[in-house]
């Protein structure tokens, strides 16, 4: 099992283009942000204990996500590349990753840093709409549905996410920069940081990005 890290501030597309990757066989996307809605939909006890950090913006204590991670990455089929999509955010999750990796002989194959401005992540938070049953990820302009506010997949209305407001995602940049951000320096330290231009269209920072990933021995 290979680890993909994904980072890059929230409305980098890190998500939109893990789906666009994970559409071919070999990949699994893991997005922690999408795993802890989940639990707060179904109302889970994990659910409720989660809802506060998730409405303000801050992220969920480390020890929570970290069991939601491992969880998951026990379920892969071998062979698998995991797209982690929104983990590790904390260095002390990065280092809990490279402690379980080690453990189960797997590795982190490189960390591909989705580079965009902060003006530009703001205008695509604010314009972004989800599925609530396919979760398929659109934008008002740039990935506009057929039908306004209509899932071209599934028919469902889309909806605006909870913590995409104005204020939300002041905070939630924030929190980028302050706890996400020294990663940066912690992978490339490492050697496997690769850069990908985030700031054009979802097509091609996903193909940007499939390049560095095929690039894995
Ligand atoms: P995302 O969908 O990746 O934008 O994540 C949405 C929210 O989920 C974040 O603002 C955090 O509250 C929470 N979250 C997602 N991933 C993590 C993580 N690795 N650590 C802590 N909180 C997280």
Do not use: W
Not at 49 to 77: H, K, N, S, W, Y
Not at 101 to 126: H, I, N, P, Y
Not at 172 to 177: G, L
């Amino acid at each position: 099992m290979d680890v993909v890290v994904l980072l890059g501030p929230p409305g980098s597309g890190k998500g939109t283009a893990a789906a666009v990757l994970a559409r071919e066989p070999g990949f699994f996307h893991l997005s922690t942000g999408e795993a802890l809605r989940g639990a707060i939909r179904e109302n889970t006890a994990r659910g409720r204990l989660i809802l506060p950090f998730m409405e303000g913006g801050r992220l969920v204590p480390d020890a929570l996500v970290a069991e939601i991670v491992e969880e998951c990455l026990e379920q892969g089929p071998p062979g698998t590349i995991f797209l982690l999509d929104g983990f590790p955010r904390t260095l002390t999750q990065a280092e809990m990753l490279d402690a379980y990796l080690e453990k189960t002989g797997a590795r982190v194959g490189c960390v591909c840093l989705l580079e965009v401005s902060f003006d530009t992540v703001a205008q695509r938070l604010l314009g972004r709409l989800t599925c609530p049953n396919c979760r398929t990820i659109y934008h008002q302009q740039r990935l506009a549905p057929r039908v306004a506010g209509i899932c071209d997949g599934c028919g469902t209305p889309l909806e605006q996410r909870d913590d995409d407001t104005e204020a939300t995602i002041r905070e939630r940049m924030q929190v980028y920069r302050e706890q996400t951000e020294p990663l940066v320096a912690y992978y490339a330290e490492r050697g496997l940081l690769r850069r990908v231009d985030a700031s054009e269209e979802i097509a091609d920072t996903a193909r940007a990005l499939k390049a560095e990933v095929e690039r894995l021995a």
